[in-house]
């Protein structure tokens, strides 16, 4: 049989992708293997393997992981993006990545068509039955997700078992560690650990780092009911170290050195941002448009956080900065600052103009 | 001298608004003390002697704490209002509160004018210099903050002997407290203690409890850095120990029953209802307004959250509703929903269209 | 052939939704052709003959006119609602009413279906290839909207003879007509022709009557192109002459009587209602929530506004209304307000605190 | 008297700042006079005469009407602003154009202080009583506003012999002028009158053009109730010519080549930019931030736009763009376009699924 043409497929070495692997050969085309390494804990080489047992033409196995922080992780942070006040957007963040890189190995390889897990259940492929596990899970560098099987009931607890990338807060160590965290535009450049004072200053290495230490303290861990872009409600658990504590640090320094009302309208920029990476448009003008803005926004959020982390939480102790708003003398209590009383007392008699006129009128109606 | 009326005066019992009940007097006033009981520590009977010996020629001692939570917190809690991302608004709730008091005691009592601590500061009224405190405080039922003092360089970390409303995350108990929240409109109506079957219902008993058991966990700290009103960037510390248990789970049982299009909008009416309140617009048409359309919002926001308290972190655990919008069967990956594989090809191949059109027009353009 | 069960079928007459009663027919379906009156010009007694004759079980004509003003048009002249700045949606909210009826039907005749003219073209129900108009049309009481043909070149200018329900502005009379419209709760309860004290009070008649006078001036032409929900964008060409008119003198007196900040809420809301109610989702969780709320704002919009209609333009002339927050002493300059001058001073120098601090930081991050 | 140093005064040539150039000399001053050429109708040499005579150090008359066009009315073209739907901000655009200038001005020539009309009623400068104008005026290239004296009173109408910029549609010529409107990066480049083919490509010279054939047409008259920032409502009457039909002409061109969802995003960015533009925060850093993001959304709007100007209204007739998303093909209901009937079915039943859902619970709810 003559082949269809080329695809490549979004392979993860697991059963269902397997058999989607299966299936297109079967349908004729020829199936290049695509595994994304996106800092999952994997065997990449035994899934090479059964790929090309399966009848894979080509296997590619690329390290995306680097681009992953600094062209999708950095964006979040830049945004505060949290979908629905609290999911950091791992998985979501993660897609895109992903993506980008199967559609450049499609273009290189002169292949037609891309295909991932989600084209078994459209076309209605075969999968075998296996036994269910109790959860499925979904890791990359950023975070890993538990949903479905037994957690698909909301009120049921997850169980003590479950988490693989955070300590449980009761077990985690019991002095915390202090990190200082330097930023320049709104991105994170550098790491220390105050006690022993290691340091980390490339993307992936600092991000891996804070990993590594916040996971140890239990930080970053969500049990939430979130919304699905095709309607329904869908419970998720999630640990996001690394991002939890950057998520913190970065808000801190935000606010920090940016104006107050360019951060309200960043503000409302980073909730769409938030929604558009969740609903699967980050390849999207409009989220191409509110990056640019975004990014703009960040050029001069700069200085030093210190946090600590300990059985679960993040807290801001301190921060600097050359580029910060805040006038110590100004605030003071003590000293006179740019403004008088009696300008306080014009800006309050002002301000409540609108006020009296309101309240004026509404005792006229009353009265009547 | 006769008198040129009567004004009632905000008074606490301090330095300052001791300094302007004298001034008030020789100016020729005749001074109504009021002191608001809001939840917070301290003396009142103590304040009263002391203003009526400075020449007070009425005290009011006025418990307000019910009101308090219920007009004033619970909105709060409906709205999740934080004001720039982290502040759960203590100190901006409590003025609305303590200053309608005050206009009603000034009705009641026929005094054309009414005063606070800003007075001093606004008509040049002398206060002696004193042993400067290291920082200032301000505390009520919800929240106490510092700010101010050696806190005023943000660069400086809070001192550990600081706190007073929660204990240190690290001498806090080894194993959490589970809690188990009942909501309905969006506001708690009963709070069981899940280890040792503690309940309480009515509204001021319940968050006091919440406060008593979140802050022996240490939970509701934070240190940030806001802007304020007037334009200038201020440091400050607080500790909201109920306030930040119900801001995590109301979240949690909104997000549970909530329509996801309905909470987005809702979503940008609580971020304006956190602005408003933190600029002291609450008593504004505005304000009013975004309540009313708030509290409609909440109307089947109703279900019981487990949450546990551990270490300074709050943690959901589950959470039930007789109103959710979760259906478990159609979460479900097992049993088929009510759309087909082929409606999802349908929904991405619609939503594609305009970016597909976007990608055609881009092309063309750069080929050009 | 035993029958399928009963469907109602928004039948309008023409060839499409001819052919598909055909085509239920012989799928076994018993046919109920539904033929709303929207205030569209038809003969409903000719329609219903040949629904007969086709085969159609039962008809039922239904006069849903006044529905259709008071309970979708005056919702969205409260909230103003213009899709993406220009189109007052007069097809977009005739179709939730059309279809609410079609549901009251079906559920009332124990009908399980329910059909419209999009059903020929999604299940490939063969339409007879005729000659093909010019361009389509869809008309009812607020609006008539022509597309597709040679109006699908955007540069084609709309050909003269188009138009149906306005007259060609150069046509129109050469002096105007003066208009008094009075509004209660954002919604119009009196229209009178200032020339001729013609006065209508009822919602239905005041309608009718705007459009008479406004299209016999012209009033109400747009050519647009828009964006369609699905994606893409289509251009159409609009007349809507009485709700032209009411946009523009809504707009005017609620200006005059709300206050400012609910206003900039509300008009955010209305942003969202025009949205809503464009992509079909009039009958949902969130446009219910928003019609709510700008039912709420509208409560105080009261008062009675001059226009002028004249060659396809509506001139603002004049406004009053025993509920405006307008105070024409206080805007006087010649008499002196609530507030002094010194007022206005302090009110700069706070609102200019935070700009002297971003102004100095950036001179010093400059001169570095 | 030695000098307390200079000051630069924005000078009208008017009774108002002239009595402030006096005063300021009185209390020892050097006042450099200012008088900024915006495009008002005004002897400026006469001013000149009048502010040495009075003892002005220095005069000098600044056109600064080019960088009026092109950095403050350009911007306000691409955001579409309007403030409070209906006024083009033409004074509010002015001012910190004029305002740059006299700082300017200041540094150069070394002057402390800048001053304009508004210190007379700041510092209670004495200002003769003359008649009154029935209302005051203040005009620019972009408008003539009118407010004041006989206007206060909303109900009058504005009197026949007011307006100075627009001819009275009445009076206005029996046949429209047509004209071609090409825009890049959301700017006008050129305007071609399709009559007699008279073109003009300069910023100034096609602004000042415009205005005049718009205004022959009495294009641009608008009468309304603003809401100001120090909170009262005021009335204004504003002529805009050339501003009113860059507004629809843009506002075509930009719904034509602009995405959908970057278009909603950027309409709230205009709104914040108009609501900046009035109440005088152009130079400001959310400003700053707000042009910035959307000078990024014009580089794309580019085409012509054809329209008619007649009695009073602007017409758009019809658009062209090699940067356009429209699809001819696709929107056409004749050929078959990228999606198939399958697809919209899908789209339906993916986006009604969470409606589903809501009637689902809300049944349940209700039945019991």
């Not at 006040?85 to 963040?93: C, H």
Request: hydrophobic share 35%; glycine share 8%.
């Amino acid at each position: 049989m003559s082949s269809k043409g080329s695809g490549v497929l979004a392979y993860s070495g697991g059963l269902d992708t397997s058999c989607i692997l299966v299936w297109l050969k079967e349908q004729g085309y020829d199936v290049i293997a695509y595994l994304a390494n996106i800092g999952q804990k994997e065997d990449f080489e035994e899934a090479r393997k059964k790929a090309l047992k399966l009848g894979a033409k080509k296997v590619f196995i690329e390290d995306v992981s680097k681009e992953f922080v600094e062209e999708f992780i950095w964006p979040a942070i830049q945004s505060s993006a949290l979908y629905e006040d609290r999911y950091l957007l791992g998985t979501s963040l993660a897609r895109p990545c992903i993506a980008r890189k199967q559609v450049e190995i499609a273009q290189r390889e002169g292949a037609k068509y891309v295909s991932h897990g989600a084209t078994g259940k459209q076309h209605g492929i075969p999968i075998p039955v296996t036994p269910k596990n109790p959860w499925s899970m979904d890791e990359n560098l950023m975070h890993i997700s538990y949903e479905a099987g037994i957690l698909e009931n909301p009120k049921n607890q997850a169980p003590p078992g479950l988490y693989t990338k955070t300590q449980d807060p009761t077990k985690a160590p019991n002095s915390p560690d202090i990190l200082e965290i330097e930023f320049k535009k709104g991105v994170p450049v550098k790491v220390t650990n105050v006690k022993d004072g290691t340091t980390h200053r490339t993307s992936l290495e600092l991000f891996t780092y804070l990993n590594e230490v916040a996971g140890k303290h239990g930080v970053g861990r969500i049990d939430i009911v979130e919304n699905r872009f095709i309607g329904m409600k869908s419970r998720g658990i999630y640990e996001t170290p690394a991002g939890t504590v950057l998520y913190h640090a970065h808000l801190d320094i935000e606010a920090f050195t940016m104006d107050r009302e360019v951060r309200k309208i960043k503000q409302g920029l980073g909730l769409k941002f938030a929604e558009l990476v969740y609903t699967g448009f980050w390849h999207s003008p409009e989220c191409e448009f509110v990056r640019h803005c975004i990014a703009k926004s960040q050029e001069r959020v700069e200085g030093r956080v210190q946090v600590s982390v300990f059985k679960g939480q993040v807290y801001i102790l301190s921060r600097e900065s050359p580029l910060s708003l805040y006038n110590e003398e100004l605030v003071s209590m003590n000293v006179q600052g740019d403004y008088e009383p009696i300008d306080a007392t014009g800006f309050i008699n002002i301000n409540s103009l609108r006020l009296k006129e309101y309240h004026r009128l509404q005792s006229k109606v009353t009265a009547k």
